[in-house]
């Protein structure tokens, strides 16, 4: 698993997220994929607080502005 080198230290704020495939594979041309993403998202926001400000889905990463009361644990819940 990889380490993030980023510290979250203003959780009252949105933040820039970007998250990228390994080997930049372009596995987002898929739908069903995107949807797994959405629908992560959907229940964060119902479960977790997360606040979804934008997204952008590219072909083998994806940038989101988001804001969580803990932000950290919404990431790493996300990306597993």
């Known amino acids: 698993m990889g380490r993030s080198r ?3 230290t203003e959780i009252d704020k949105p933040h820039f997220l970007t998250c990228t495939i390994v ?3 372009p596995l987002f041309t898929r739908p069903a994929l995107v949807d797994i993403v959405l629908n992560t998202w959907r229940f964060q926001q119902a479960n977790q607080g997360l606040q979804l400000y934008g997204y952008v889905v590219l072909e083998n990463h994806l940038h989101y502005l988001a804001q969580s009361p803990d932000l ?3 990431v790493a819940s996300f990306k597993s």
């Open 23 to 25: 080997e930049w594979l």
């Open 72 to 74: 950290a644990k919404s």
């Open 6 to 8: 980023y510290t979250i």
